[in-house]
């Protein structure tokens, strides 16, 4: 595995700006170390590369701005290709260089480094993926699934499905399908649907796609014979797109086909266009160049030639993706920063604190150049997700549209299936729940 080699180049140009930082091959002491995984390759590559670029960006933007309090970042890519295997040998390559904490960037690759983080003390950031029961964090110390969980966006969807009928109670009777990714991160939400197809009395039926998703021609065949009300999409990658394919050569209205936000995403539907429609999706974040944020990273970053992809990739769901889980893993240090001493490097200890004390309010989400787009994350001992809101944007034919409501899972449907899934963890793992002091140390 090597540093990808987009990261070196930018680099060596902000040695004569010295305004940037390096990646680890130069890294320095006082500089705070970043693995950044990525997989710029393969078929989950469109979607991977601009949540990368997303990432690179806002640590050039950080450094070109001062730093976390004076800290600069450095930082290293490592090519993953989406494996798993590929995965935890940047993992284990990349931890010797203190690393501050690790985004893995794939569920798979989160279930192998679940076990490994608290032996190597490097906290996981599990940004709307990773495993759902990891929000408990009285069991997974080291584990943030920061703002939702394939759960909370399971609980999201089928709550905006019983508002478009008219109330939960109307979804009974009707009939939803899952097409899903036959892995890890598409089987994860299973649970929590069955939980609501029992509570409301709907049918769920459940159709695997093999990864990567080319081939859905016999799935889409079983859509069109089983005529369901609903369907819903936990894909990735070129799995969405064709997905969307299949939809309109089936006959499937785009209206009744809604999707994870790892399905509602420019590369998803670029390819399809105006077919694609009346098709909506979850929007975990904000989308659009118009943010303070966005405006100030073009300028600063981007218009001094240092932008890590296209100009015009900035602002795209994905990119805003990568760029927000980078943004709260820096919160996250300076956070740490307040308890540990300010302007000093912090310690994969000291930065699982902060993840654990986070208090992104309304001013603080202002003062980072996103009023008004996210909602507010704090996070606790207990509660390692910190938020699950959420809304819902729709495909026009030509860009995506948000829509205005806002849905929070369901504590009382979610909170019983966490610690329940947690508890088994910990019995399997004959681990302990962290006590009072534990939760203040």
Known sequence: MKSK????????????????????????????????????TGAYAPNGTPWANGKQDYVKYVNATGGINGVKIAWEECETGYATDKGVECYERLKSKKSTVIDPQATGITFALTDKAPVDKIPLITLGYGLAASQDGGVFKWNFPLMGSYWTAADALIQH??????????????????????SPFGKEPIPLLQKRAQMHGFELVLLPVTAPGVEQKATWLQVRQQRPDYTLLWGWGVMNSTALKEAVATGYPREKLFGVWWSGAEPDVKDVGANAKGY????????????????????????GGQGSGPRDEVGSVLYMRGLIIQMLAVEAVRTAQEKFG???????EQVRWGLENLNVDEKRIAELGLPGLIRPIKTTCTDHMGSTAVRVHSWDGTTWKMQPDWYEADKSVIDPLVKEAADKYAADKQLKRRDASDCNA
């Open 5 to 40: 080699a987009i990261a070196l180049v930018a680099a060596l140009a902000a040695f004569g700006t010295g305004t940037l930082s390096a990646p680890a091959a130069a890294q320095q002491a006082n500089e705070q170390f970043f693995p950044l995984l990525v997989y710029r």
């Open 161 to 182: 499905l019983g508002k478009k009928e008219g109330g939960l109670d109307k979804l009974k009777g009707k009939k939803i399908a899952l097409v899903y990714h036959d």
């Open 280 to 303: 909506s999706a979850l929007a975990l974040n904000p989308h659009g160049t118009d943010s303070p944020l966005i405006k100030d990273i073009l300028k600063k970053v981007h218009d």
């Open 342 to 348: 300010k302007g000093k490097v912090m310690t994969g």
